[in-house]
């Protein structure tokens, strides 16, 4: 019974009461996070990132195997005695990897915090890559890997990054490809591990049953014995390629799957909030955005058809996609060349500008909805510099935005001659 209650309290969802107020907590050796206190549930949730994440790699795919590995053995305790500890404790611990970072997550009761954060501070600091869980994790990556190049999004994403970034690092897929993976050396795991998990690329974000003193002294004992510095590493400032081209990977399908985009904007771009606020309502809303309208909605042309805005650390991207019948999958590119280009050249209405801010303002406290998903906010707060009073402000940004801006960055970023588009399937007519 107390392991059924122990469950269910971790799997609690519900955000802190009030507003969320993020303090800026330091240890006595200088390792900052940023913390929201909520003390209505025993539990301690942290978010980690370092910066330099698949970018920086050398080998792709090495820090998405250095980041299925950190929780598979580490100091004292081997693969099975580490998870069994964790899963005893009914502590959550799990690291992924993307293009930029390399993210660390934890998620404990307050009575078991201690050796959750023991736990964690071996994953990262004494990983053991054993060889039984290195084959086996490498085993099951080939085998993900075997299934997604089965599977059409997959492919189509796959292709246009390397048709857009050529011969930069975000043309390779984080995952890797079975080559690369195979090609992965122990050696390779333990100096990425020692050369990324940095405290300088280090940003931590910490939401529960903590106050700024008791984190303290947890901080220094989690992570004072991580590298002060990272390996040097340079990742060259890049836009996509090839505008324009539409390349089609033939297979024998029903339907055709369609990945298209261009460049974008970066996060820190002033008319970043006018971008966000026209993507949704060009192809970022679901039901309530034009593509959606014009695609799906007035001519059933396709279940699904989005776009999305992607800022990288080195690039930002417009991006977005589409599946439908091959005999119709021209039609659908038209269509939403043409809603680029009445985007491009009208703006929104009045009306239009009106709902998305209201949406996209009144939809935001729902991301704020569990202990986890704060402390991720927290993080992304810190690698995207948006401030310490970003929760307080980001509301108000989007709320300024007014018509004249979102006409201004329609006009500065949508060329549907531009879209690159990769099409998986036997399309007619392209």
Do not use: C
Not at 24 to 49: C, M, T, Y
Not at 217 to 246: N, S, W
Not at 263 to 291: C, E, H, T
Request: glycine content about 8%.
């Amino acid at each position: 019974m107390r392991r059924l209650v122990v469950l269910l309290l971790l799997l609690v969802t519900a955000a802190p009461a009030g507003a969320v107020t993020v303090e800026r907590v330091v240890s006595p050796k200088g390792i900052e996070a940023w913390l929201v206190q909520d003390h209505a549930n025993p539990i301690i949730a942290v978010n980690v990132a370092f910066r330099g994440g698949a970018a920086v790699e050398g080998k792709p795919g090495l820090a998405n195997i250095v980041a299925s590995l950190l929780d598979e053995g580490a100091g004292p305790y081997d693969s099975q005695a580490f998870q069994g500890k964790l899963e005893d404790l009914a502590i959550e611990l799990s690291f992924d990897a993307g293009r930029d970072a390399v993210h660390g997550h934890l998620k404990t009761l307050t009575e078991n915090r201690d050796t959750a954060f023991e736990m964690f501070r071996l994953a990262l600091t004494q990983p053991r890559f054993d060889k039984e869980p290195v084959e086996r994790i490498r085993s099951q990556i080939l085998t993900m890997l075997a299934r997604e190049m089965q599977t059409p999004e997959v492919v189509a994403s796959r292709a246009w990054f390397r048709l857009a970034f050529a011969n930069h690092p975000y043309a390779n897929p984080p995952r890797g490809t079975p080559e690369t993976v195979k090609a992965v050396t122990v050696p390779d795991l333990k100096a990425f591990t020692a050369g990324r998990l940095a405290r300088e690329a280090m940003v931590v974000g910490v939401v529960g049953d903590i106050t700024p003193e008791q984190l303290k002294p947890i901080l220094d004992a989690t992570f004072a014995a991580l590298p002060a510095k990272a390996a040097a590493a340079v990742v060259a400032e890049t836009a996509p390629k090839a505008p324009g081209r539409v390349e089609v990977i033939e297979r024998d399908n029903p339907q055709s799957v369609a990945v298209f985009g261009q460049a974008g904007i970066k996060r820190n771009d002033p008319d970043w909030y006018a971008a966000y606020v026209m993507n949704y309502i060009l192809g970022g809303g679901g039901f309530s955005s034009r593509l959606t309208e014009e695609v799906r909605e007035k001519r059933g042309l396709a279940y699904s058809v989005y776009s999305y805005l992607q800022p990288y650390d080195h690039a930002g991207l417009l991006v977005g996609g589409v599946a439908t019948e091959n005999a119709r999958l021209s039609e659908s590119l038209d269509l939403i060349r043409g809603e680029w280009s009445r985007m491009r050249n009208e703006g929104p209405s009045v009306e239009e500008l009106a709902n998305a801010k209201t949406y996209l303002t009144g939809s935001f406290p729902l991301s704020l909805d569990s202990t986890a998903s704060i402390a991720g906010l927290l993080v992304s707060m810190q690698l995207e510099h948006l401030g310490i009073d970003y929760l307080d402000k980001r509301n108000g940004f989007i709320a300024a935005v007014q018509l004249p801006d979102v006409k201004r960055a329609a006009a500065r970023l949508l060329d549907p001659a531009a879209l690159t588009v990769v099409v998986v399937g036997k399309p007619r007519g392209l």
